[in-house]
């Protein structure tokens, strides 16, 4: 592109600047007086001569002293002027002279040459090709430079827009494989409409089509005519598939094609199938590693006829409900080979869940983990031996939004992640709770606490103090959110060295956390490296003690809505100091 500019401008230079020595040495005085050339046409001439000898300061004041003189041929004048402009740098003014000249006279090619020019040393080469293609449409034919502005668009146009080549022609079809096996379903499908080479080449990339999402569809619904033939032309290749975005007859119809692709290992079916004894075509996919089921509730029988028919399922997301609204639980299908579990019930009182009984290390011995959420739901657990201490594998546990009516008796040792978040144990129903499931977790790393009436600091003073002496914590995400817990409970933690491995603190909501907490924090936190510190009292000095603290790198703070609003200068001080802000 610059030696484009560099040619056009030459070619221009040559155009514009041809003037016989014979007829500057007419207009000049031989001593090169500027006073001797005392009309126009004489300082044009001296202009154009200074140009030549690259005395561009010169030519530059000849030539702005002829436009004030000039009544005619302003239009040359001001081409010249532009020109120099150019030489001095000053391309805003060339453009503005280039203006001027477009004004005078908007058939004269030489107008739309010279700004065109400067168009292009402004880098702007859209808006210089636009120009040349107006120019082609209000240049008369006649006009001897129209060739000019033709050969240079043409110049422009394909440097620009460099002829396009078939892929084919650059690359091996290993590297294009390689490439189209990032597509995902819709571009492939527009490949095979490019040509018939695109077409055999993608419709042999079978790995590319393995995975196919019906809910990425331009189509609010997709015709069962067009799943169909995908589902067939592909049936080999597909191994994951996403059914949506089509009617629940349909989905029937596709859930029954599915089965026959022999490779089939992932499976998400968001939504409704033509009837409920339709959920048993899942039965026939005994292949099936993960399986998410949503907008379809499965009752407790189809959820353990589901687990007996796909022995080989190891990831499982299932939307869970009963029509009598209270279902014992307690029994559970054999599911070997499950390593991650997440369950939803949707308004009922589940009785003697088997996920809260110690057999669970029986009927899901490798399972690592497990995450329980509920919509208006309550758990009894009278039946259930909740001691789950001896469980080998399980390492993440995720409890959501329902009612307990008694606490855990153990977690498993091997617990890395737990994280409560609106879980309530009702006072009424359950005994005074005493919270020591927490104790001998001497693996967690990431404790989460969410909108808990219970007492925490109970809880984590048990914990750590359940720790052997011998033993760090290996704590390195601590979120404690709108909980039943001050900030004063904390300080204790930091103060005996508790928290000193935690990178990640999330403290939004508690009450009591203000500048002086913060100054506990920055001494007895060095590994902190993202702070959550919405809704709380803390100001712009935190802030500050924060950015500046010696032993501490701090990357991330949180500020959503606090109590005081952070001045502007604080958190630009902040920034300064390598910290982001949201």
Not at 437 to 457: E, Q, T, W, Y
Request: hydrophobic share 40%; glycine share 4%; aromatic share 8%.
């Amino acid at each position: 592109m610059l030696s484009l500019v560099k040619s056009n401008v030459s070619s221009l230079a040559a155009v514009r600047f041809t003037a016989s020595r014979a007829n500057i040495n007419v207009f000049m005085d031989p001593a090169g007086d500027l006073g001797a050339a005392d009309d126009r046409r004489a300082l044009l001439a001296y202009g154009q001569s200074q140009y030549a000898q690259r005395n561009y300061a010169n030519a530059l004041t000849a030539f702005t002293t002829a436009l004030g003189q000039a009544e005619d041929d302003r239009m040359r004048i001001l081409d010249n002027r532009s020109a120099t402009y150019c030489k001095l740098g000053d391309l805003d003014l060339a453009f503005k002279d280039g203006k001027r000249m477009l004004k005078l006279d908007k058939s004269d090619a030489r107008g739309y040459l010279r700004t065109a020019q400067v168009l292009q040393l402004k880098k702007r080469f859209e808006d210089a090709l636009r120009l040349y293609e107006h120019a082609l449409k209000s240049v008369d034919s006649k006009d001897e430079n129209r060739s000019k502005i033709e050969v240079f668009k043409a110049k422009l146009d394909r440097a620009i827009n460099p002829p396009r080549r078939d892929p084919f022609s650059i690359f091996p079809p290993e590297i294009i494989a390689m490439v189209l096996q990032h597509f995902n379903v819709p571009a492939l499908l527009k490949l095979l409409r490019v040509s018939k080479r695109w077409n055999q080449l993608t419709v042999s990339l079978g790995q590319a089509f393995s995975r196919v999402d019906f809910t990425l569809a331009r189509q609010h619904t997709v015709p069962f005519q067009a799943v169909r033939a995908y589902c067939v032309r592909h049936a080999k290749f597909i191994e994951s598939a996403v059914v949506g975005c089509i009617t629940p007859q349909n989905a029937s119809k596709t859930l029954r094609l599915l089965s026959r692709c022999p490779r089939l290992a992932e499976l998400s079916l968001n939504v409704q199938l033509a009837t409920p004894e339709d959920i048993k075509i899942l039965h026939d996919f005994t292949g099936l590693k993960q399986l998410v089921v949503w907008h379809r509730e499965l009752t407790s029988a189809e959820f353990n006829s589901l687990l007996a028919a796909c022995p080989t399922l190891e990831y499982a997301k299932l939307l869970l409900s009963e029509a009598k609204k209270r279902q014992d639980w307690k029994s559970c299908s054999p599911a070997p080979r499950i390593r991650s579990l997440c369950l939803t019930f949707y308004e009922m009182t589940v009785m003697n869940p088997f996920f809260f009984d110690s057999s669970l290390k029986d009927t899901m011995p490798v399972l690592e983990e497990l995450e329980v959420s509920g919509v208006d739901v309550e758990m009894e657990l009278h039946g259930v031996d909740t001691d789950l201490s001896d469980h080998p594998s399980l390492c993440t546990l995720s409890l959501n939004k329902f009612t307990l009516d008694a606490a855990l008796k153990a977690l498993p040792t091997r617990l890395e992640k737990l994280t409560l978040n609106s879980v309530l144990i009702d006072p009424v129903i359950g005994a005074v709770p005493v919270y020591s499931f927490l104790n001998g977790l001497s693996k967690l790393r990431v404790l989460s606490f969410s909108s808990l009436s219970c007492d925490i600091g109970f809880m984590i003073d048990g914990y750590f103090s359940a720790l052997e002496s011998s033993l760090t914590p290996d704590l390195t995400i601590l979120d404690i959110a709108y909980c039943n817990f001050t900030a004063e409970e904390l300080v204790p933690f930091m103060k005996k060295g508790y928290l000193r491995s935690v990178t990640e603190l999330g403290i939004p909501g508690i009450m009591g956390m203000n500048d002086s907490i913060t100054e506990i924090m920055i001494d007895t936190m060095p590994s902190l490296k993202m702070l959550n510190l919405s809704l709380t009292e803390v100001t712009g000095y935190s802030v500050k003690l924060l950015a500046d603290a010696p032993n501490m790198n701090l990357e991330r703070i949180l500020l959503l809505n606090p109590a005081t609003p952070i001045s502007r200068d604080a958190i630009e001080y902040g920034r300064s100091k390598g910290i982001t802000f949201r």
